[in-house]
């Protein structure tokens, strides 16, 4: 029939209209997210071994790391770089590192003006988040 469909669609708005509201207060009121959200990277330097894992899981290539040995023969992460504005959030990094010193956060607040802002120090955003959780 011609008028089922638009029967259907007034159904659902007025039920809508009558029911309870789901507005969220946003900057007052921090949302509750799922455990599954993926909206950042963080980085936990002392964890980190510079394997370079992540580097090579990352389908746009867009984590570049280096590390230089100490005094006792052991690597040590020097720099740790990402280029957010390319990243797809897939989480293939996390999965891939053996320390599990790089972490899928729910810190979602990440705008920015300058597109130069999308290239993160991992090392520097650790310093100033404090540890991932």
Known sequence: MFGKGLLQGLGITF???VGPNITEF???ERPN???RVRSSMGLDKDKCISCNMCAMACPNSVIK???EKN????KVLTSYH???GRCL???LCTEACPTKALKVTQEYENAIYEPEDMH???IKRAERKGKVE
């Open 65 to 67: 790391l280096t590390s």
């Open 120 to 122: 993160w120090d991992m």
């Open 26 to 28: 946003y900057p007052e």
């Open 82 to 84: 990402m280029d957010v």
């Open 33 to 35: 997210l799922p455990t």
């Open 71 to 74: 005094e006792a023969n052991k």
């Open 15 to 17: 039920k809508r209209m």
């Open 89 to 91: 959030f897939c989480g």
